[in-house]
């Protein structure tokens, strides 16, 4: 499986020339999800969430489908007729020949006066990739890339590092990187690298991996 990463929190994973794109959002290249057969959207927040990228990954390819959560397909469905599932916690299903599991249902708490939205979780291929949109969500199976939120209004790197060591995956690639300075990237490459447990990595918008 190749992985791709978008700027921000989007992802691009490719596997027998098929394509899905994971949180398309504003943060995101305007073509992030052009050319995808599956695309996925974590929740509704702008930074993963945006129409117009959705849009052109709709028109780019008349087969392709999105999954997500009820708030956003209710935003999108009148627009994309027949082309959008709504999905939550615990569902199962294939998309683009990925197999995909759902986990997790409230975004993370940003502060108690902000109502919680909900949020879910994707892994993908019994747990060769796990992206958790913005929740620190742990999937009751082992997870081999773990796409990590690494710096976000509703996190520090405290939680951070536990979350890398309560998933124990194999590596985890950075994501939602996008207000992370690169003057502030190599402390936490060092922090999460050296107390998290697993291999910290990152990967620059548009460099892909193999996982």
Known sequence: MKLTKKSHACIRLEKDGRVLVIDPGTFTEEDAA??????LVT?????????????AGLESNPAAEIWTLKSVAEKISAAFPGRVHTVGH??????AGFDVQVHGELHAVIHPD????????????GGRVFHPGDALTVPEQPVETLMLPVMAPWNKIAEVIDYVREVKPQRAYDIHDALLTDLARPIYDHQIG??????????????SADV
């Open 34 to 39: 052009v050319g995808a057969e599956a695309i």
């Open 114 to 125: 902000i109502p919680r939205i909900t949020n879910v979780g994707y892994l993908i291929d």
């Open 43 to 55: 929740h509704e927040h702008l930074d993963h969430f945006n129409e117009d990228r959705l849009r």
């Open 194 to 207: 050296s107390l998290g447990g697993s291999e910290h990595l990152r990967l620059a918008p548009g460099a």
């Open 90 to 95: 615990g569902d199962t299903f294939t998309a």
